[in-house]
C-alpha cells in the first residue's frame, strides 16, 4: 500500500549535492528524506580514483566517497528512501512527489539535486572501455594521461574546453569534430587553433573505440562523413564531450530552465523561481560540474530553506499575533 512520507526537508538526489544538504538540513533539525533514484551515491559511483576532493591525501574511490557521505547523513538523522520520483506538484504549500512504486513524499522544502549525466556516443567499445581509457570528463580525468596521447569528441564548449584544458597533461591532443566548422565561441576557437599542441580532425565520425591488450583503450575507427573513407587514430585516452543532459524532465513547465534543460537559479544562491524550491549540483551548474561545487551547492540549498523555514514560521506568528 502506497505510503505518504511527511519532511521539512525533501531532497530528491543522492549525489554530494543532496546528501550534503541532507547534512546539513538533519543537524539543523529539518529531519531530511532523501529520495535516491536509480543511481544512489550518483556519478562518482562509476568512477574509480578521485584525486581532487578536498580532505584526502591519498587517492580515494569514488564509490567509497559516496558510501561515506551517504554514511555521514544517516548519522546525523537523514532518511534515505530507495526510490524514483517519477512527478512532482509544486504548487501547494507543501511540495509533493510521487514515487514509482506510488509513495507519496510531502516535503515544507524541496532540494532538488537530480544531477547531470554526460552523453555518449552509443557506438561499440564505449561502454565496455569506459573508465579503461574512454571518460567523459577531462577535469576528472585528465591527470591519468600526462605525458600521453589524448583526443576529445566533440565540437562545442565543452570539447574545446576540454581539449585546452588537457595541454596540462599532455602535448598531443587531438580534437575530433564530425563537421568542418566548430559551434564554440569564438574565443575559445582562437585559443584552440593558437595551440601547439592541439591538432584537429575535421569531418571525422567515430564509429568503435578499439581495445588493446589489457583491454584497456588502444584506437578510434573513423569515418570520414565526405568521403566515407574509413581510418584509425591510435590513442591512450579518448574523451567524450559531445554534451550534458541535466536530469530535469520532472521539472518542465514548472520551473524555469534554461535552452539546455538546466534549472536556472538566482545568482549565486540555490533558489529557483519557485519559493522553498532549491536546486544543488549539476543539475543547475553546465560550468563546473564537480563533486566539491554540487557538494558546496547543497549546503547552501540547505541553509537557505532553513531560512525559508524560518521566515515564513515568523511571519505567521506576527499575522497570528497581529490577527
Ligand atoms: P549526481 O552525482 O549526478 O547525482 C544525481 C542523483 O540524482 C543520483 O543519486 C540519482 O539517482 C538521483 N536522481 C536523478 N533523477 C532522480 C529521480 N527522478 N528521483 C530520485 N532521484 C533521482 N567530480 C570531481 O570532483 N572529481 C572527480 O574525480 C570526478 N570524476 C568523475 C568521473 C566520472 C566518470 C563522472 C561521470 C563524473 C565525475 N565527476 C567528478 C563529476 C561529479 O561526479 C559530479 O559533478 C557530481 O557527482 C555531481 O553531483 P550531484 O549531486 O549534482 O549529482
Ligand atoms: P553543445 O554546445 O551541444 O555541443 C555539442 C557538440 O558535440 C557539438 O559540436 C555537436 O556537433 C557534437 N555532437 C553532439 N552529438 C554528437 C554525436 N552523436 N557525435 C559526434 N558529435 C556530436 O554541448 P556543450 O559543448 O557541452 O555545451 C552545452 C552548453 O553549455 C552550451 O550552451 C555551451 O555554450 C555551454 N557551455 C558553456 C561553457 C562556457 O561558457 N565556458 C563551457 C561549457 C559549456 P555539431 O556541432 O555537429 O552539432
Not at 581509457?133 to 596521447?149: E, H, N, P
Request: proline share 3%; with cysteine; hydrophobic share 40%.
Amino acid at each position: 500500500m502506497a505510503t505518504t512520507h511527511k519532511t521539512r526537508m525533501l531532497i530528491i538526489g543522492s549525489g554530494p549535492a543532496g546528501l550534503s544538504a541532507a547534512i546539513y538540513g538533519a543537524r539543523a533539525g529539518l529531519e531530511p528524506i532523501v529520495v535516491q533514484g536509480l543511481q544512489p551515491g550518483g556519478q562518482l559511483t562509476i568512477t574509480t580514483d578521485v584525486e581532487n576532493y578536498p580532505g584526502f591525501r591519498d587517492v580515494i574511490q569514488g564509490p567509497w566517497l559516496m558510501q561515506e557521505m551517504q554514511a555521514q547523513a544517516e548519522h546525523v538523522g537523514t532518511r534515505m528512501m530507495w526510490d524514483t520520483i517519477t512527478s512532482v506538484d509544486l504548487t501547494g504549500d507543501t511540495f509533493k512527489a510521487i514515487g514509482d512504486g506510488g509513495d507519496i513524499y510531502e516535503g515544507d522544502t524541496l532540494v532538488i539535486s537530480t544531477g547531470a549525466q554526460a552523453k555518449w556516443l552509443g557506438v561499440p567499445g564505449e561502454q565496455e572501455l569506459s573508465g579503461k581509457g574512454v571518460s567523459a570528463c577531462a577535469t576528472c580525468d585528465g591527470f591519468f594521461y600526462r605525458g600521453k596521447k589524448v583526443v576529445v569528441i566533440g565540437g562545442g564548449n565543452t570539447a574545446v574546453e576540454e581539449a585546452l584544458y588537457l595541454t596540462n597533461h599532455s602535448d598531443d591532443v587531438t580534437l575530433i569534430h564530425r563537421r568542418d566548422s566548430l559551434r564554440c565561441e569564438k574565443i575559445l576557437e582562437d585559443r584552440l587553433m593558437a595551440n601547439p599542441k592541439i591538432s584537429v580532425l575535421w569531418n571525422k565520425r567515430v564509429e568503435r573505440f578499439v581495445g588493446g591488450e589489457n583491454s584497456e583503450l588502444r584506437a578510434l575507427a573513423l569515418i570520414d562523413t565526405q568521403t566515407s573513407e574509413e581510418s584509425e587514430i591510435e590513442t591512450d585516452g579518448a574523451f567524450v564531450a559531445i554534451g550534458h543532459a541535466p536530469a530535469t524532465e520532472l521539472f518542465k513547465d514548472k520551473l524555469a530552465m534554461d535552452d539546455s534543460g538546466y534549472l536556472l537559479v538566482k545568482a549565486g544562491t540555490p533558489k529557483t523561481d519557485v519559493p522553498g524550491v532549491f536546486a544543488a549540483g549539476d543539475v543547475c551548474d553546465h560550468t563546473y560540474r564537480q563533486a566539491v561545487t554540487a557538494a558546496g551547492m547543497g549546503c547552501m540549498a540547505a541553509l537557505d530553506a532553513e531560512r525559508y523555514l524560518a521566515e515564513k514560521e515568523f511571519s505567521g506568528v506576527t499575522a497570528t499575533v497581529q490577527g
